[in-house]
């Protein structure tokens, strides 16, 4: 490739601008420039060619059309054959070596509160992805550079080979052109179907959705597979917390399936107001508690539901990590931590603990979520399930009693505890809790009656006098008895078995109380 001697520059996002200029105006390359960065470049003092100087055509319609001409397109799609400089030299096309843009801000402008349609309309760039595409398409001749993160190794490449440029480093530019300007277009596609009327459709025909790689792990989950984390963009503006915009503040890396149990962990605490801690083993929350006051407290009692399970467990609480509670958390063995903020004497407690990773995500009071997340995907062999996010929950006071008895206001504050951890547990689940605790969970099983006799066998505190929740129907009176057998007192579950009289006499046999809430909460 010859040296680049004519590059176009018009960026939205300035950053690094100045320093790059500076670079190719040193090695002899001529600049090129539209509105904005025409006007930063010139007052950093910098001559620049306009668009229109250089077409010899204004910018018309509100400067809708600016840079869509033979001279800009014939000279970025120009090949160095004998036919095509013939006809670039018959209409006065000179080559163009480098583009450097990005996009209007459409993203950032449909993100802001009460952005109209038409306001989001105007940020659809037009040119600008006609002239990335036209450099991407010619990377044999042409660099395209999207991202300021690039500019410094581009810059050293230049400068490194004298203003070339090579073959390698172009063909990444232009595949990372390309998904840069897919992106795009999937933004602009998925705002404007948002604005239709999909109440009777939630899901669209073609469903292409776009993530960006956040990191390389080290490895899937078993070591001889390769695993990677992309990140939607939609989850690092605000609302719900996520892992997409997670701080790691110490610890190693993050593996497939840490973050894996780190989203099990945080969505189950989601559920809580008050102080809250849960512990997550193989994505199975084996202990939760909450506690009016104290976050320590909460983590402590959670913990002793099932010490033994905790031993290398994920750790979520929805308060700050403070002293206190980091030299609870230092005295069993966690692979992470996961918490709105540490508290700088916590991290100091922890920072003993080197491999223990500490995550921050920010505030837990905005649990919004914007309408490109509220679904869920999952891959099958030779396509993907979609389905809306499980974020509905029938609070146990809305409950309908179905027994001869009703729960007292005790049995229904853990009813309603155990109800909102069993949403989190895997199929067939079964959650002992009192108010604020669980006692036992029972998960994963064939049947709903082992899931009641595992919860038993794995209590570590007494289960008499506890309540019961339970993902879906009894099926069968037989888990019934055995729970109550357990000591429990009262059930929370969705009801809709063919058999819901025979269970429902199995409780009044045993003086228990039963709600129904009518909403199932599978968790496969």
């Not at 994505?283 to 909450?290: K, L, M, S, Y």
Request: charged share 25%.
């Amino acid at each position: 490739m010859p040296k680049i001697r004519r590059a176009i520059v018009s960026v939205s996002d300035k950053r690094g601008l100045v320093p790059l200029v500076q670079a190719l105006v040193k090695l002899g390359v001529e600049i090129l420039s539209t509105g904005g960065t025409a006007w930063t470049l010139s007052e950093a003092g910098f001559a620049t060619t306009s668009i229109a100087t250089y077409t010899g055509a204004p910018e018309i319609l509100d400067g809708r059309v600016k840079t869509l001409h033979p001279r800009i397109h014939g000279g970025l799609l120009g090949r160095p054959i004998p036919t095509h400089e013939a006809e670039m030299a018959q209409h006065g096309i000179q080559p163009i070596d480098l583009v450097v843009v990005n996009l209007y801000p459409f993203r950032e402008t449909i993100a802001r509160p009460g952005t109209t349609l038409e306001e989001a309309i105007e940020n659809i760039d037009i040119g600008g992805p006609s002239m990335l595409r036209s450099a991407a398409k010619n990377y044999e001749r042409v660099a395209v550079v999207v991202d300021p993160d690039d500019y410094t190794s581009f810059v050293a490449e230049l400068e490194a080979r004298g203003g070339e440029v090579s073959k390698e480093t172009r063909f990444a530019l232009a595949c990372k052109a390309f998904t840069h300007t897919a992106s795009y277009d999937k933004a602009i596609a998925d705002y404007l179907s948002s604005t239709q009327d999909v109440s009777s459709e939630p899901f669209p025909e073609v469903l292409s959705p776009t993530w960006r790689r956040e990191r390389l792990l080290r490895y899937g989950e078993n070591p001889h597979q390769k695993a990677a984390f992309y990140v939607d963009d939609a989850s690092r503006g605000g609302g719900r917390p996520s892992l997409g915009r997670a701080n790691v503040l110490q610890g190693k890396e993050l593996s497939y399936n840490n973050l894996l149990d780190l989203d099990a962990a945080l969505e189950c605490v989601l559920e809580f107001e008050r102080p809250a801690a849960v512990i997550v083993k193989h994505t199975n929350p084996c202990g939760v508690a909450e506690d009016a006051g104290s976050i320590s407290t909460a983590y402590r009692r959670a913990r002793d539901a099932d010490p033994v399970s905790a031993f290398g467990g994920i750790v979520a609480v929805n308060r700050p990590v403070d002293a206190e509670l980091a030299r609870d958390l230092s005295e069993t063995f966690l692979e992470c931590v996961v918490a709105p903020s540490f508290e700088q004497e916590a991290v100091e407690v922890l920072s003993k603990k080197k491999n223990l990773r500490l995550v921050s995500v920010g505030s837990m009071s905005d649990r919004s979520i914007p309408k490109k997340a509220s679904i869920a995907l999952r891959t099958v062999s030779g396509g993907v399930l979609v389905q809306e996010r499980d974020l509905e929950l029938v609070a146990a006071a809305k409950a309908r009693v179905v027994t001869r008895r009703a729960p007292s206001a005790d049995e229904l504050a853990g009813l309603d505890f155990a109800w909102r951890v069993a949403k989190h547990v895997k199929s067939n689940a079964i959650v002992f809790a009192r108010p604020g605790q669980v006692v036992a969970v029972g998960a994963g099983q064939m049947s709903r009656v082992d899931s009641v006799k595992i919860a038993t066998q794995k209590a570590q505190v007494p289960t008499a006098g506890s309540v019961v929740a339970s993902d879906a129907f009894f099926p069968f009176r037989d888990g019934v008895e055995v729970l109550a057998q357990a000591g429990a007192t009262a059930i929370i579950q969705p009801g809709g078995s063919v058999r819901d009289d025979e269970v429902i006499a199995a409780a009044d046999e045993f003086g228990l109380a039963m709600l129904f809430t009518g909403m199932r909460h599978f968790r496969h």
